[in-house]
């Protein structure tokens, strides 16, 4: 059944597997125009903030990096630069390279991992990505590949994959030789190539004619793309701020139908963070080979197609293999794979870029370390405003479609922003109701 033309029904997606947690979506469409977009988040609250509440200093990196197994690293990232700010602690030099390089793993198997296997698909008009594999085996075998030399730099500097345990507030437990990375180096020089013709193979992709006019929001980090670190935050529209500052302009609040928060920026409204924040707010910061390559790929210094956003992850592979290359050919192993911290009474403040976008992390330390309070603030739940925005001006232009046509189309909008839990290609069932 169409229902081409009814001016009254009710989308319900009954369940959304990658919007950080299980959830739904429901869609309410009055006299031919969608009047309201609800992403409904029924995950039970995890509570990983009162979890770190009477624990040391020293845990928050590894307990947080539980709360996602596809980016554990942006966790304990910004969990040690929350906790080194409040200790007065800088970490810079050869270790501070090693967590650049740790997060450069992170940020090439998870792009890769999406591109390839959970978004593609949809461009290609595919179930998934075992269908792709059927019928395209050596791009998909490419694919793997390239989140195989992320893997293999999560597991030479952070001692495993998922979940790493070789990293520690100050740095981490032991450095790798050089011995060690050579053999990553070598994948890194076929992997710069391969992640170039990503670039390319996506940007042959049809995207829908959809822009967002919402804030972009990103770190800056002075003289090169923000990964791993930024001591300020900037938008699209102007604002300019320090990480400490980040509790004054962002605000979460509780929602109905959602048990995860929903930020905006104080006064302004809905925001969003992730590749299409990073890229145009940071477009003049990327390393020559992805800049060609984002050129080539079609990108101008800004983008707003969230459709296009799979080309922009295909451009920070470029860079992040690029700058993995670069680091691991300049590494001279520290003295010290750690600098000491000493815990004191103190609030401190850390944000890096996921590859979902901004993380922010808060720890209030008590003066033996204890900590007394933390909030973390994902990408995904920062999004979430907005998302339902886009939603709503999506489907609203789409409503002639047929059921099974405007199932597929969300799912796909959906996916562009490519929120936290990723899971199955198939996540919405749509039931179509009208009245």
């Not at 990983?48 to 990096?65: K, M, Q």
């Not at 998909?140 to 790493?164: C, D, F, S, T, W």
């Not at 700058?323 to 004191?344: D, K």
């Amino acid at each position: 059944m169409t229902h081409r033309g009814s001016p009254n029904r009710t989308l319900h997606v009954g369940a959304l597997a990658r919007v950080e947690g299980e959830g739904a979506m429901h869609v309410q469409v009055r006299d031919g125009r969608v009047r309201d977009v609800q992403l409904q988040i029924y995950e039970p609250p995890r509570f990983f903030e009162a979890f770190l509440r009477g624990r040391a200093f020293s845990e928050p990196p590894d307990i947080t990096a539980r709360i996602c197994g596809i980016c554990p690293v942006a966790y304990q990232m910004s969990a040690c630069r929350a906790i080194e700010d409040a200790c007065g602690v800088g970490v810079d030099g050869g270790v501070g390279d090693l967590r650049r390089l740790l997060y450069c793993g992170e940020w090439i198997e998870s792009h890769a991992l999406h591109v390839y296997l959970l978004h593609a698909p949809d461009f290609l008009g595919l179930d998934g990505a075992v269908d792709f594999a059927r019928q395209q085996r050596a791009v998909v075998e490419r694919g793997l590949q390239l989140k195989k030399v992320g893997n293999q730099i999560m597991e030479v500097v952070g001692g495993r994959a998922i979940h790493p345990v070789n990293v520690r507030v100050g740095g981490f437990y032991r450095a790798p030789t050089r011995q060690e990375l050579a053999p990553v180096a070598e994948r890194l020089r076929w992997a710069v190539d391969a992640a170039v013709a990503t670039v390319e193979w996506v940007a042959g992709f049809d995207f829908p004619d959809f822009e967002v006019d919402h804030e972009l929001v990103a770190l800056q980090q002075p003289g090169t793309y923000p990964i791993d670190a930024g001591v300020r935050i900037e938008s699209s529209g102007g604002l300019d701020f320090a990480v400490a500052d980040f509790e004054q302009h962002v605000i979460e609040e509780h929602v109905a139908h959602s048990n995860a928060l929903h930020a905006h920026l104080q006064g302004r409204g809905p925001y969003l963070v992730g590749p299409l924040a990073r890229f145009s707010l940071n477009a003049s910061r990327l390393s020559p080979v992805a800049a060609q390559a984002a050129t080539a790929g079609g990108l101008g210094p800004v983008c707003r197609n969230p459709f296009r956003s799979i080309v922009v992850r295909a451009v920070e592979i470029v860079y992040a293999c690029e700058e993995a290359s670069r680091l691991i050919e300049g590494y001279e192993p520290p003295a010290q794979p750690f600098v000491a911290v000493t815990p004191r009474a103190a609030t401190g403040y850390g944000c890096t870029e996921a590859p979902r976008g901004l993380l922010f992390h808060r720890y209030n330390l008590a003066a033996d370390g204890t900590v007394e309070a933390a909030r973390i603030v994902p990408p995904t739940s920062q999004n979430q405003a907005a998302i339902e925005d886009d939603l709503r001006r999506f489907v609203d232009t789409r409503l002639e479609l047929p059921s099974d046509e405007l199932t597929a189309a969300c799912e796909q909008a959906i996916r562009n922003y490519d929120p936290c839990i990723s899971c199955a290609t198939h996540f919405l069932d749509l039931e179509v109701q009208r009245w």
